[in-house]
Structures are given as structure tokens and as C-alpha cells.
T-cell receptor, first 115, second 115 residues
Framework: EDKVVQSPLSLVVHEGDTVTLNCSYE??????LLWYKQEKKAPTFLFML????IEKKSGRLSSILDKKELFSILNITATQTGDSAVYLC???????????????FGQGTILTVHP | DADVTQTPRNRITKTGKRIMLECSQT?????MYWYRQDPGLGLRLIYY???????NKGEISDGYSVSRQAQAKFSLSLESAIPNQTALYFC??????????????FGPGTRLTVL
């Protein structure tokens, strides 16, 4: 059974801190690892990584995928109160895997940034 | 205008009632999904559909049914609602193209409460 586990489950920091969110996965015929941000309702797409060692950057957010060790991290530098959200990690599979065309989600990490 | 819409946005119902949640999309995507979200459990897949003639069960399909009326419409039904179906429900879509198959776009969610 495909599985995605995130840690920590919750995190409280102050503005300006740097945070690292972790995601480990076990997915047959792994294809891609996605990060979503969920503030009040719908998850919004942040990154999709398919190749190991590739670091994606978008402003203060960056993410790395390690396909050998089966994990990804999401880094947020100089955090702001607007970064407070649930961060969801998800993994998808290639054709032939049981999760082809589907995403397996982790439990999410609740990030709270205080002023 | 939102690309993926869900109706209703909030619903309170009683045990035993039949409920239908509707999802429409203007993204032109072939693949559509229904998820439920419970605190601490991330997003769990209920049903998914790769085209109008294709319906597949997800990990938690018991107690639910779906109908894909058209490429743009995918509805979720609870034939006889029970309290543990109280949750936040999301519809999502993804492109038919293999390259972006795992990138899913979410609707705003429906908060369902079963008393």
C-alpha cells in the first residue's frame, strides 16, 4: 500500500524564522512529489518534483527531492504570518503503479507563524 | 471565475438523509476526483474518474457513490448519511496529458455536517 508520512505534524515559529518540513514516501513506481499549501479551504499547488536532487525555488520557498532515500523537504526562509497554513505533501505514480493518475497525501503539517 | 466549483459550500443534514455534492470544472480536464479531509488525516481519495465512462473506487468508497454526468461534472452522493461522514469534501481535476497527470487542481470544498 502506498504511503506518505509528514513531520512534524505541527510547528509554531516566529516571523523571520526558517522552517523545514519533512515528507517521506513509499510509492510503487514513483513518479512525482507534490507540495500544496492549504490556508482556509482548497489546497493550492506549490511545487512538483520528479527528479532527484532538483531544488525548486519560489521566492522564500524551496524544495528538494531525494529519490534514493525516498523523502522531500520544504524549506521556508524568513517566515511571515501569511505563511501560516497546512502544508500537504503528496506522491503520484507512473503507469503500472497502483497509484497511477492518483495522489497519495500525507497527514499535513500545520505551520503557525507568530508576529 | 473559479475553474473548479463545488455546490453546496456548506451543508447540515440529519442521519439517514440522501445528500448529493456537485462539482463542475471549466478547465477542460478529463480526470476528476473526490476527496474527504478529516483533521490529522490529510486528504483521502473516495472516487476518481479518468473520463466519462470510467469510474474507480478510491481508498474510502464505502457509503459513497458517484456519477460522471459529463466531462465537466462529477457528483458525489451519500445514500444514507451518517455522522462519521462529517468532513470537508474536495473535488479536484487533472489533465489527461501524461506529463502533468499528477498536478491536481482543487475546488473550494464543501463542509458537510451530519447530525
Amino acid at each position: 500500500e502506498d504511503k506518505v508520512v509528514q513531520s512534524p505534524l505541527s510547528l509554531v515559529v516566529h516571523e523571520g524564522d526558517t522552517v523545514t518540513l519533512n515528507c517521506s514516501y513509499e510509492v510503487t513506481n514513483f513518479r512525482s512529489l507534490l507540495w500544496y499549501k492549504q490556508e482556509k479551504k482548497a489546497p493550492t499547488f506549490l511545487f512538483m518534483l520528479t527528479s532527484s536532487g532538483i531544488e525548486k525555488k519560489s521566492g522564500r520557498l524551496s524544495s528538494i527531492l531525494d529519490k534514493k532515500e525516498l523523502f522531500s523537504i520544504l524549506n521556508i526562509t524568513a517566515t511571515q504570518t501569511g505563511d501560516s497554513a497546512v502544508y500537504l505533501c503528496a506522491a503520484g505514480a507512473n503507469a503500472g503503479g497502483t497509484s497511477y493518475g492518483k495522489l497519495t497525501f500525507g497527514q499535513g503539517t500545520i505551520l503557525t507563524v507568530h508576529p | 471565475d473559479a475553474d473548479v466549483t463545488q455546490t453546496p459550500r456548506n451543508r447540515i443534514t440529519k442521519t439517514g438523509k440522501r445528500i448529493m455534492l456537485e462539482c463542475s470544472q471549466t478547465k477542460g480536464h478529463d480526470r476528476m476526483y473526490w476527496y474527504r479531509q478529516d483533521p490529522g488525516l490529510g486528504l483521502r481519495l473516495i472516487y476518481y474518474s479518468f473520463d466519462v465512462k470510467d469510474i474507480n473506487k478510491g481508498e474510502i468508497s464505502d457509503g459513497y457513490s458517484v456519477s460522471r454526468q459529463a466531462q465537466a461534472k462529477f457528483s458525489l452522493s451519500l445514500e444514507s448519511a451518517i455522522p462519521n461522514q462529517t468532513a470537508l469534501y474536495f473535488c479536484a481535476t487533472s489533465d489527461l496529458g501524461d506529463r502533468r497527470i499528477n498536478e491536481q487542481f482543487f475546488g473550494p470544498g464543501t463542509r458537510l455536517t451530519v447530525l
